[in-house]
């Protein structure tokens, strides 16, 4: 059975930092790009960043790009997102998603990813 659990959700000030973790069980992890989205209050779900199955390709939206960082250790089936200089917009449940099917360009659509974690959620306030 495959699981991706998301976890370093949390309160934090505007301009802060904090780093969401995402682990992958039940899967080949090594083969499968892996992104995160966010649903904010009253919004609709939207893509945050992805990463290729080798780490070698990155995408990100607009929105988070210069200020969030994805990342992901195979050897220890981890994706990360480090996100900088955190703006009450970025308030969300964030969730990491993974696709069996590599894809250049990566892919950014909720629908095209085979699996999907719970959600962490990212508070920033002051």
């Known amino acids: 059975q495959v699981q991706l659990v998301e976890s370093g959700g949390g309160l934090v000030q505007p301009g802060g930092s904090l780093t969401l973790s995402c682990a992958g069980s039940?899967?080949?992890?090594?083969?499968?790009?892996m992104a995160w989205f966010r649903q904010g209050p009253g919004k609709e779900r939207e893509f945050v960043a992805a990463?290729?199955?080798?780490?070698?390709?990155?995408s990100y939206a607009d929105s988070v790009k210069g200020r969030f960082t994805i990342s992901r250790d195979n050897a220890k089936n981890m994706v990360y997102v480090q996100m900088n200089s955190l703006k009450p917009e970025d308030t969300a449940v964030y969730y990491c998603?993974?696709?069996?099917?590599?894809?250049?360009?990566?892919?950014?659509?909720?629908?095209?990813?085979?699996?999907r974690g719970q959600g962490t959620q990212v508070t920033v306030s002051s």
């Open positions: 998603a993974a696709n069996r099917r590599s894809s250049t360009p990566l892919f950014r659509k909720w629908y095209q990813f085979d699996y």
């Open positions: 039940g899967l080949r992890f090594s083969s499968y790009d």
């Open positions: 990463i290729g199955w080798s780490g070698g390709a990155t």
